[in-house]
């Protein structure tokens, strides 16, 4: 029945391809009929009957709705010592800063002299305490939240960060993490106060120049058709100075500014402190020809005739939306066969994987997923058959360092941790797009600076992949086998400002776990003056970047990710070894282990590769090098496999772009991590992070940096931190306009020695011996349909 039913189901199909769908239906339907009758009567006899009305509608009367299970025991995560803070610990934590009169309201702020929350999320338990509880039924943990407080009503102003807790009861208790005045107020990051007050004062300059505006910007007004655009980088080398760039550009789409459309007018507001009153706009720019003190000078100039203009042609201004709306072209006709629905996966018998809270468990791995605002997803605890290998594997830091010529663009540098991940746009997971409708979806949490309240988001989605592809394959005279590979999903999307970053865990049958991340959303462009005098012959591009529209330039720029890889290869005491590979003559190689005379007569050459090892002594950054080719391998020299090699984990950076920035840039203290691909440290619970929020607005003095936890403390027997940095550098073209489409970098943590043997081996494979005696195969899905939603999920 089964057989006969999808026999029938594809030659349905095959039929529906042979009826072109421009037909009217009239036709399809006779068509269809005597196709049907025929090719019905050819296949089976009796049953004809299917066929008749042409339709798939009457084959699901056949194949009923796959059996679904809910993969979700509950979603509680404050029995979770990793889980997010939820909106109800939240709450309690304001509660106390309230109390304690750190803050005075829950409004929402107006004013830079008031104190308010500007981030919240969990603050992690010591590792040696969540270990005793996790290993040694030590006593409960309890759940601790990290807070930013922007304390403007402070003398000076400064920003604090604070740990609160035990949350749950009324014991909480406030611990001071900074100390007043440590983090200077100019150091902070930008929130919506200071943006308004930078809009505030930028109001009557753009009055000033509205006749320069109107004439350049093809009759537009500010802020009618125009707003400016703060996000311009480091707002000072010196922590006490903070001096913000804007330029002017179209809005975008709903409140924000249109990056792909900024226009050649710029700034400078001069905004340290609290007191509005006393910031100031100089260092005007218009076509990158400037500074003019102010909107005055500029406006004389431009009125006399003394510098060069720009006029955007009539209804360029209609035009811009069109250039970036992210809808399908209809003037494009579509491709043969893209109306019908792609090919897609399901799942036949239910859910593989179980959710506890912030527990996943799925085919002998189990792990927790924690998240903040700040540096997104992390995952903690992860065991693969009940072993425990990684402690912490987190998205740490995010680069993007932008190369322009352009007065108020040049030399950007984004440091997304800072903005947060997890907080800027109300993240959703698009289904049937972000993940499998079958996925299940998990909310993060975040507070909310703007209202003083938090909130929550749809950001991870988690669910079992069909590879399509095998893991494993063989075949010869003997036998033919194989290993469908199959892999649990944990995938983040995250969107912060333009560009939307997806990041992706993949635990894999034999142990290993990939991480990656990809970058796609909008390109932030420059604005491309032709007339120019940096102009070369090739109006086409610049040292820059190409033009990649009318009035638009791709800047380029590198996005560089940084990830904590706390393993623990069994225990916390590991170690750090590098594999070299190496070339040269036979001797040579041997002696790296004996010491032999001769080379031994049966090498047909005299040349050959071989491997050398150096256990690392002390904290040591590392880079790639395709002349200097090595593995990088996390040992417990106390843990043996079978064989009595000492059991590890390879990590394995997939392909990566490096740093070209050298040290004489401002930024590369602050960003050191991003000269290393791979940096080892013993662990500190104070070294938690690659980056501080804070360093990129004092780039003279950066205080929490890698760089500053590489100091050569030893490594042997250690509880290891591995820092690892891939990235890739991005020439914006035309095709990403008006979406980049994704790219993907990432590393792979590898079994290296880790078993006996292949860890896959017991899972149901497919086996056939060639005498067609002996045959396995994995569990066999009965026909069904894949489930249109899941009744259990709200949000399908
Ligand atoms: C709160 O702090 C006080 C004093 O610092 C300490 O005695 C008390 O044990 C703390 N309570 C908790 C629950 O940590
Ligand atoms: C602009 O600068 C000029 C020259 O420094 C000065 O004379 C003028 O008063 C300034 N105008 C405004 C509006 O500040
Ligand atoms: C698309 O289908 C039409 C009509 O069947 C056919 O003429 C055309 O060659 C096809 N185009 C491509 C690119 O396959
Ligand atoms: C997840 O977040 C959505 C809002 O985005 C909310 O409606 C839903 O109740 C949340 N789910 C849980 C389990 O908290
Ligand atoms: C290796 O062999 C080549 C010729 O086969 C010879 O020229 C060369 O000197 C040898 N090198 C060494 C290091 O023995
Ligand atoms: C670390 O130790 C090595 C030698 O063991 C030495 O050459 C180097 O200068 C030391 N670096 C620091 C930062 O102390
Ligand atoms: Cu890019």
Redesign the pocket.
């Known amino acids: 029945m089964v057989t006969e039913t999808s026999k029938k189901t594809a030659l349905a199909d095959r039929m529906k391809t042979v009826c072109c769908c421009q037909i009217l239906g009239a036709v399809i339907f006779a068509i269809g009929l005597a196709v049907g009758i025929v090719i019905g009567l050819f296949v089976n006899h009796g049953q004809n009957r299917i066929f008749q009305s042409h339709n798939i509608v009457s084959m699901e009367r056949q194949v009923s709705q796959c059996p679904t299970r809910n993969p979700i025991i509950h979603l509680d995560y404050e029995s979770s010592i990793f889980a997010p803070l939820t909106i109800r610990e939240m709450i309690q934590v304001a509660q106390i800063l309230l109390k304690q009169s750190i803050i005075l309201s829950l409004n929402e702020p107006t004013r830079l002299t008031q104190n308010f929350i500007t981030s919240m999320y969990l603050h992690p338990p010591t590792k040696a305490i969540a270990l005793a509880y996790l290993d040694n039924g030590g006593p409960s943990v309890g759940r601790y939240a990290k807070v930013h407080v922007q304390r403007g009503s402070a003398s000076p102003p400064d920003i604090m960060e604070y740990k609160v807790g035990p949350l749950g009861d009324n014991k909480a208790n406030i611990t001071q993490l900074t100390k007043e005045g440590d983090i200077h107020f100019n150091s902070r990051p930008y929130e919506k106060v200071e943006i308004t007050n930078l809009k505030n004062a930028i109001a009557k300059d753009m009055n000033i120049l509205a006749p320069l505006i109107a004439e350049s910007f093809d009759g537009a007004m500010y802020p009618r058709d125009l707003t400016a655009f703060f996000f311009n980088g480091a707002a000072g080398f010196r922590a006490e100075e903070r001096d913000t760039r804007f330029v002017i550009g179209f809005w975008g789409f709903k409140n924000k500014v249109d990056l792909f459309h900024l226009l050649p007018l710029s700034g400078t507001i001069h905004s340290p402190g609290t007191d509005t009153s006393r910031w100031y706009t100089h260092m005007f720019y218009y076509l990158n020809q400037g500074p003019y003190r102010n909107a005055s000078e500029l406006m004389e100039s431009y009125r006399h005739n003394k510098i060069r203009k720009i006029k955007l042609p009539d209804g360029y201004r209609d035009t811009t939306r069109d250039r970036i709306f992210p809808k399908r072209d209809e003037r494009k006709p579509l491709r043969n066969f893209s109306h019908r629905p792609g090919s897609r996966s399901y799942e036949p018998d239910g859910a593989r994987y179980t959710v506890a809270g912030s527990k996943i468990r799925w085919m002998g791995w189990e792990f927790d997923i924690s998240a903040g605002q700040m540096r997104g997803v992390s995952l903690f605890d992860i065991r693969f058959k009940r072993e425990r290998i990684i402690y912490e594997l987190s998205s740490s830091e995010t680069v993007v360092t932008y190369a322009n010529d352009d007065s108020a663009q040049n030399g950007i540098i984004y440091t997304d941790a800072s903005f947060g991940l997890l907080s800027g746009h109300p993240i959703m997971i698009l289904r049937d797009v972000d993940c499998p409708q079958y996925a299940t979806i998990l909310n993060t949490t975040y507070w909310s600076s703007a209202t003083q309240k938090p909130g929550q988001y749809q950001s991870i989605c988690i669910f079992e992949a069909d590879g399509q592809e095998p893991l494993w394959r063989h075949n010869d005279y003997s036998f033919a086998a194989g290993l469908r590979n199959r892999y649990l999903v944990v995938r983040v999307p995250t969107a912060v400002g333009n560009y939307d970053y997806i990041f992706e865990y993949h635990f894999y049958l034999d142990g290993k776990l990939y991480t990656t991340v990809s970058a796609t959303g909008y390109i932030h462009t420059t604005f491309w003056d032709v007339q120019s005098p940096h102009m070369g012959s090739d109006k086409t591009k610049t040292p820059f970047g190409y033009r990649v529209s009318d009035y638009s330039m791709g800047a380029i720029h590198d996005h560089t990710f940084g990830f904590k890889v706390d393993m623990d290869v069994i225990s916390m005491s590991n170690t750090f070894k590098v594999i070299k590979w190496r070339a040269g003559n036979i001797l040579d190689a041997f002696r790296t282990q004996v010491n032999i005379q001769e080379q031994p007569p049966y090498f047909a050459y005299n040349q050959t590769r071989y491997i050398e090892w150096e256990t690392l002594?002390?904290e040591r950054e590392m880079q790639l090098s395709y002349d200097d080719q090595t593995f990088w391998i996390v040992v417990n020299d106390k843990e043996k496999n079978k064989w009595g090699v000492e059991r590890g984990y390879q990590i394995a950076p997939l392909k990566t772009a490096a740093q070209t920035l050298t040290e004489a840039h401002p930024a590369m203290r602050a960003l050191s991590f991003t000269k290393y691909h791979c940096a080892v440290t013993k662990r500190k619970e104070d070294e938690q992070h690659l980056t501080s929020t804070y360093d990129i607005n004092r780039l003279e003095n950066p205080k929490g940096h890698l760089d500053l936890m590489?100091?050569?403390e030893s490594i042997i027997d250690q509880d290891l931190v591995t820092w690892v940095t891939v990235g890739f550098l991005h020439v914006p073209t035309s095709e990403d306009v008006p979406m980049t489409t994704k790219v993907a970098t990432g590393f792979l943590l590898k079994p290296f020695n880790f078993f006996d043997n292949t860890a896959s081996f017991d899972m149901p494979e497919y086996y056939e011996s060639a005498d067609h005696k002996d045959y396995t195969h994995e569990p066999e899905a009965e026909a069904c349909h894949e489930a249109k939603y899941r009744k259990f999920c709200k949000y399908c």
């Open positions: 002594q002390q590489l100091d050569n």
